[in-house]
T-cell receptor, first 111, second 116 residues
Framework: GQQVMQIPQYQHVQEGEDFTTYCNSSTTLSNIQWYKQRPGGHPVFLIQLVKSGEVKKQKRLTFQFGEAKKNSSLHITATQTTDVGTYFC???????????FGQGTILTVHP | GAVVSQHPSRVICKSGTSVKIECRSL??????MFWYRQFPKQSLMLMAT?????????EQGVEKDKFLINHASLTLSTLTVTSAHPEDSSFYIC????????????FGPGTRLLVL
């Protein structure tokens, strides 16, 4: 079945440093979504990427979808303490299909 | 944005009892709802896909007789954990797919279940 691997599992940064988490799928994806989950909270949708090679930005966050639609990354520039949480990628193999979540990257930002 | 609610947010029960969790889409019709389970510091694991008016589709390893799912309307799906045991203690999260925007799922706030 479809597998989505995400690295790193943990990332500790000083406030102001950049952060990147990577996602790789065992199969070609129809689309990939990114979620953020704060400690004790539920996943909150951040963005969806659909097109091969797509790049989207949300303020300090940059999302990329690989040319082969099998990998993706989330980059945060100049992290802030409000960025702490777990970032999950989730992909669908076919349109309207079920989401397969990556393991998540737990981000800690030290002030 | 679309809102999904879950009730209760937290429940503590004795071993052997059954617990019902409700998932509602508040401002859109959800033909499909998903039920996930998340253990501490782990990812979300899909348990089942719930389609309005039909039987749920369970993922491999999920006991359908233990986790009963009912999707009676376009805005409500319920998950009943029957004869709960301590190992069922987890964070249960539902999501609903907007019938008009098929590829976007909106997550509920989750239900923390503790079985004593």
């Amino acid at each position: 079945g479809q597998q989505v691997m995400q690295i790193p599992q943990y990332q500790h940064v000083q406030e102001g440093e950049d952060f990147t988490t990577y996602c790789n799928s065992s199969t070609t994806l129809s689309n990939i979504q990114w979620y953020k989950q704060r400690p004790g909270g539920h996943p909150v949708f951040l963005i969806q990427l659909v097109k091969s090679g797509e790049v989207k930005k949300q303020k300090r966050l940059t999302f990329q979808f690989g040319e082969a639609k099998k990998n993706s990354s989330l980059h945060i520039t100049a992290t802030q303490t409000t960025d702490v949480g777990t970032y999950f990628c989730a992909g669908t193999g076919t349109s309207y299909g079920k989401l397969t979540f990556g393991q998540g990257t737990i981000l800690t930002v030290h002030p | 944005g679309a809102v999904v609610s879950q009730h209760p947010s937290r429940v503590i029960c004795k071993s052997g009892t059954s617990v019902k969790i409700e998932c509602r889409s508040l401002d859109f019709q959800a033909t499909t709802m998903f039920w996930y389970r998340q253990f501490p510091k782990q990812s979300l694991m899909l348990m089942a896909t719930s389609n309005e008016g039909s039987k749920a589709t369970y993922e491999q390893g999920v006991e359908k007789d233990k986790f009963l799912i009912n999707h009676a309307s376009l805005t409500l799906s319920t998950l009943t954990v029957t004869s709960a045991h301590p190992e069922d203690s987890s964070f249960y999260i539902c999501s609903a797919r907007d019938g008009l925007r098929q590829e976007t799922q909106y997550f509920g706030p989750g239900t923390r279940l503790l079985v004593l």
